[in-house]
């Protein structure tokens, strides 16, 4: 069910609250952006994650502000979002994208121990599945140094637009280009280190 | 200068405070992530947006509750991301990724009249250079209907990580691959709607 706040209230049809959609869109993204509000106002930074079963699971330096404020209990909001293409219309005025997103409100716990331990492998799988087996494992400090953070899944929803253009009736017959191009984020040619 | 907010801690020297690189950050980017609290907490959503001049302009509609708490002069964090790499050490601790971000602070303000067509215009072109040109110009109540809003660039920095893997010394030696697979948004094949 979804909460007041993960309710999709503008173009509400596109709101998507079964798990299995929230989960695709965050085992799909690299890059989430994490909003943390002080007395001055929200702030919204990018980092990577990993969706660690039914919670993401964030990381930085201990002395990361934004994370920090996180640690300390204030609310998060949490934002991924996947750019799958332009749509364009006959009409300027309904030009629109296509993407799936997810937002997820909560407060964080700081993960420690083992489950730590895990969860720093299961950023490195993230980004590059097997590669925290190649690797050289973290060591003691290395493992004892980031803020890892978890932030729960139970208040988020996905918002999902797909599909082709949608024009006014009267508009259908104009001689403009209508249509979708398509985006996708693209792995170009590994440059090796030397 | 950059305000005490904007200055960059975190990894300092990818800190960047000139305007060519925030508006070059927000002239590639499609989508921004903008953040507005409330007395529960930040709420954060991607949005479509365009840079003209020295600030950035965002719309959407005018029911939309993110838009309204920024007109109502809420401050407004505003941030846009573009994801170049990702950077494999050979060290899980090390992983990282490339990337060029900006981060902006500020209060919005209306657009409205002749400049809100222009915004409205700018936007289509941002998507799509040539294509407000082309496309059905908006009638009077599609000029009206949408909320727009501006939000000042003066309090905006960017954040850049370029280049190679940067293992510890130690490291250098082992044998495990290290190197940087490059990450693009690329266009597809447009799919005309019919």
Known sequence: MPSERTTVRRRAARGRYD????????????????????????????????????????????????????????????TVTLLDGLVLTRSAFHHSMNYRSVVAFGRARVVEGEEKERALAAFVEHMVPGRSAVARPPSPSELAAPLVLAVPLHEASAKVRTGPPIDDEADAALDVWAGVVPLAVVAGEPVPDH
């Open 19 to 78: 798990v299995e959609t929230v989960h695709a869109v965050l085992d799909e993204g690299i890059v989430c952006h994490v909003a943390v509000a002080d007395d001055e106002g929200p702030v919204v930074l990018p980092t990577g994650y990993v969706r660690v079963g039914d919670e993401v699971v964030l990381h930085g330096s201990a002395a990361n502000r934004l994370l920090r404020l996180a640690a300390d209990g204030r609310p998060v909001c949490l």
